[in-house]
């Protein structure tokens, strides 16, 4: 039966506002993906700034088209502060499966690097004894070659933790010999080496332990170079150069570093021991076991990332390049250089950036540092940028007080690679500047 023209006249009406209420629940949806997550993120800590050991940091949570900040409450149960936590966790390890192509490069490096030492663990020990003879007293600084070789020793570590009880932990003090390790500054303990003892002078100097944390190509290497350069500080390098976890094994192994098993001899009474571990090296696969470690022994982090991460990538890209054709020498491949000649040998290769995937690439690093941040709500950590600790070196001095050693002047062989203007580093140079015109990563062009 045909419908008359009334009854035509309201089906299409109807038509129409179904299309209508489908486009509007569209835009919706589109505005609502668009805006800030609710899950609370992490306020930044300023340059250089530290927090209190066990002061829950404030978050700032979008409310009303804005963050506010919201602190925890005094009166909230553990188990609420619990669950804000578990929350605030929740979204790690899917972050950091996210962003596995944009660190592509960066684990191939570690697993090479891995590689290398094992070929020359066989000479571990002897090379550690001859680092140990060539420090001074007066706390001169090693050499970038000294501290890779001494510090080579993650195949043969790993025959020596395994027999490392799971329980040992880390040794507290013994009450009859040692007057109880001092209060305020970072949580200390009295080491105990496997297969040693101490010097008399230095068995009851308290021993902080801390961990470096960053991501390659952000400074952390001249920052390490800086920290040993104190006498009373050691960090050994990249422990974990793989990105593996097995829990009782890389427990064993956080135990040695802290009870001083990779120290031949102490030539001044050590107060800071610690080591460097890249975002990339298992941080964020398994943060649940090695912060329930770093909370269990008071364990004190630095962070070190680099604000221009466009900088970051470029150095990345060279780094890589370098890899294979060593251009200081033709023979071996250069991580960081001791003069101006071959930071200029290095910056002659300029890298050529993807501009179709350049700014993904740039939210990526920024959503892992970020996820990071997330990570140490409740440990005791500074967060600290190489471009402000370059302009402001008296940075330097907190980070010496946050590790509770007395501030010196502290030194590194090591110089910067790249350093003019980011045209004169980037192959196409215009192309990336297109790319992130109107980004909020264009102000990196020009710094």
């Given at each position: 039966m045909a419908l008359t023209l009334p009854v035509r006249r309201c089906l299409l009406l109807l038509t129409w506002v179904a299309l209508a209420g489908s486009l509007w629940n569209h835009r919706r949806c589109a505005r609502e993906s668009m805006a800030p997550s609710q899950e609370p993120v992490p306020w930044s800590v300023p340059s250089g700034g530290i927090r209190p050991l066990g002061e829950e940091p404030p978050t700032a949570v979008w409310r009303g088209g804005e963050y506010q900040l919201e602190t925890a409450s005094a009166e909230s149960g553990g188990e609420a502060v619990d669950e804000k936590q578990q929350r605030r966790m929740g979204s790690i390890q899917i972050e950091s499966k996210a962003n596995a192509e944009s660190v592509q490069e960066e684990n191939t490096e570690a697993i090479d690097s891995h590689k290398e030492e094992d070929r020359d663990t066989d000479k571990q020990f002897e090379i550690r004894e001859k680092v140990a003879s060539q420090e001074t007293d007066n706390g001169e600084e090693r050499t970038e070659e000294q501290d890779t070789q001494a510090d080579r020793s993650t195949h043969e570590?790993?025959?020596?933790?395994?027999?490392?009880?799971?329980?040992?932990?880390?040794?507290?003090?013994?009450?009859?010999?040692?007057?109880?390790?001092?209060?305020?500054?970072?949580?200390?303990?009295?080491?105990?080496?496997?297969?040693?003892?101490?010097?008399?002078?230095?068995?009851?100097?308290?021993?902080?332990?801390?961990?470096?944390?960053?991501?390659?190509?952000?400074?952390?290497?001249?920052?390490?170079?800086?920290?040993?350069?104190?006498?009373?500080?050691?960090?050994?390098?990249?422990?974990?150069?793989?990105?593996?976890?097995?829990?009782?094994?890389?427990?064993?192994?956080?135990?040695?570093?802290?009870?001083?098993?990779?120290?031949a001899q102490e030539t001044e009474c050590l107060r800071a021991v610690g080591f460097k571990w890249m975002l990339n090296?298992?941080?964020?696969?398994?943060?649940?076991?090695?912060?329930?470690?770093?909370?269990?022994?008071g364990v004190s982090v630095v962070v070190l990332f680099r604000r221009n991460t466009l900088r970051r990538m470029v150095s990345?890209?060279?780094?890589?390049?370098?890899?294979?054709?060593?251009?200081?020498?033709?023979?071996?491949?250069?991580?960081?250089?001791?003069?101006?000649?071959?930071?200029?040998?290095?910056?002659?290769?300029?890298?050529?950036?993807?501009?179709?995937?350049?700014?993904?690439?740039?939210?990526?690093?920024?959503?892992?540092?970020?996820?990071?941040?997330?990570?140490?709500?409740?440990?005791?950590?500074?967060?600290?940028?190489?471009?402000d600790v370059v302009a402001d070196p008296s940075?330097?001095?907190?980070?010496?007080?946050?590790?509770?050693?007395?501030?010196?002047?502290?030194?590194?062989?090591?110089?910067?690679?790249?350093?003019?203007?980011?045209?004169?580093?980037?192959?196409?140079?215009?192309?990336?500047?297109?790319?992130?015109?109107?980004?909020?990563?264009?102000?990196?062009?020009?710094?």
């Open positions: 570590e790993g025959k020596q933790t395994d027999e490392l009880s799971e329980d040992q932990g880390l040794t507290q003090r013994n009450a009859s010999t040692c007057p109880p390790a001092p209060a305020g500054g970072p949580p200390r303990f009295y080491p105990a080496p496997r297969g040693r003892t101490r010097a008399p002078t230095c068995a009851c100097t308290p021993v902080a332990p801390f961990i470096l944390l960053s991501m390659q190509r952000s400074g952390s290497g001249w920052f390490e170079t800086l920290l040993n350069s104190h006498p009373h500080v050691r960090s050994h390098g990249e422990v974990f150069s793989k990105k593996t976890w097995r829990g009782a094994r890389e427990r064993a192994r956080l135990d040695d570093v802290y009870n001083l098993g990779r120290v090296q298992g941080v964020m696969d398994h943060w649940q076991d090695w912060l329930e470690y770093v909370r269990a022994h990345v890209a060279a780094n890589g390049y370098d890899k294979q054709a060593k251009l200081v020498d033709g023979e071996q491949h250069k991580s960081h250089v001791h003069s101006a000649e071959e930071a200029e040998k290095l910056a002659e290769y300029k890298p050529e950036l993807d501009p179709r995937t350049l700014v993904a690439k740039l939210r990526s690093v920024q959503a892992t540092q970020e996820g990071a941040l997330r990570m140490l709500a409740g440990t005791r950590h500074v967060v600290l940028y190489y471009e940075m330097v001095d907190r980070v010496q007080d946050f590790l509770g050693v007395a501030p010196r002047p502290l030194r590194s062989k090591q110089v910067p690679i790249h350093t003019q203007g980011l045209e004169h580093h980037v192959a196409n140079w215009d192309q990336v500047a297109a790319a992130l015109a109107g980004t909020p990563y264009e102000a990196m062009l020009y710094e």
